[in-house]
């Protein structure tokens, strides 16, 4: 994997700026991670030294697709890495902040049926530098149109808990560098039992959503097929060790199939598994985005709404996500490119 300006640590552009003054190293570690901006643009650098970074610095992602709704609220980036897989970033705007959606490897092993982005397979993980650099060009944009990215979530392309030490120093360098407080920043996993142990070993408080969409595993299986490896029980009681330890409420994301986990008996296990959890797990209720490898449909929002119902009488708070950018097939993590390829598969093991 070619090195990236985002790869770097602090201590390792010192290193590079070694012939610099000491002073240099804050400018250039301001342009990176204050102004998310480019060596060019570095006008307190010296050209030669400008011209020096933009060649040993280079970007890790270079732009293929811009996909723009939600009246212009929801913009999606396909982005090619430098070895021709491609990923995806959605930046999602609201009237007062707004928040980055990330990938963390091009394609995903979990072959979750609903997923495009779990059809397409799995390619490879993705580095500190590419994770950290979807952030900054996303902030970019969003400081451009006056809005201060507030949250970033780990629900885009891959299962982050299956590349847990990229994922653990991205979120270093977020909190850290680009000032995102761990409180607001949310990795989620489809179960991941080993990743979310590590999660709760983790220094950064950041939230953890798990993707159940199924409470019992017979059903779960199909739908969510690491569950096999991982089962229901094993799950929730890491969940319970991760609370344990920071103290955080778990997230259940939940995407509504008509026919397969929208039925009352569906809510009620489910709010059996929540309260397992003290205090009870939070539910998000995701009306599900069409896939072309996938029939079955997203049940309708009368009946999103009456599961909602039934959740709250047996005491769970639960919030159904607003879909965002499904005319660009951007919400919800189920992430597809419009008519180009999502990645160029290079590897097919997890």
Known sequence: MNRSRYDLSRPQVAELLADAPRYRVDQVWEGLYRDCSEPDDWTTLPRALREQLSES????????????????????????????????????????????????Q?????????CATGQAGFARHL???????????????ASAVDRRVSNIVFMGMGEPLANT?????????????????????????????????????????????????????ESRDPIVPINRRYPLDAVIT?????????????????????????RAEDAERLAGLCHRLEPSAHVNLIPLNPTPGYATVGSTLQVVRGFQRR???????????????TEIDAACGQLAAQGVSISRRTDTRA
């Open 57 to 104: 610095l280079p970007r890790s992602l270079t732009e293929v697709l811009r996909s723009v709704s939600d009246d212009g609220q929801t913009i999606k980036y396909l982005w090619e890495l430098a070895d021709g897989n491609r990923v995806e970033t959605v930046l999602m705007l609201y009237p007062d902040r707004a928040t980055v959606c990330v990938s963390s």
């Open 238 to 262: 890491a969940c319970q060790d991760y609370l344990h330890k920071h103290r955080r409420r778990v997230s259940f994301e939940w995407a509504m199939i008509s026919g397969v986990n929208d």
């Open 311 to 325: 959740l709250e009488e047996l005491g769970v708070n639960a919030t159904i996500r607003r879909n965002r950018g």
């Open 127 to 141: 580095g500190v530098g590419e994770i950290v650099e979807q952030v900054a060009l996303a902030r970019r944009d």
């Open 106 to 114: 091009a394609g995903c092993a979990m072959a979750c049926g609903f």
């Open 165 to 217: 030490d990229p994922v653990f120093e991205a979120c270093r360098r977020i909190h850290d560098d680009l000032g995102i407080s761990a409180r607001s920043i949310t990795v989620s996993t489809v179960g991941i039992v080993p990743g979310i142990r590590a999660l709760a070993e983790f220094e950064l408080p950041v939230n953890l959503a798990v993707s159940l969409h199924s409470a019992d595993d």
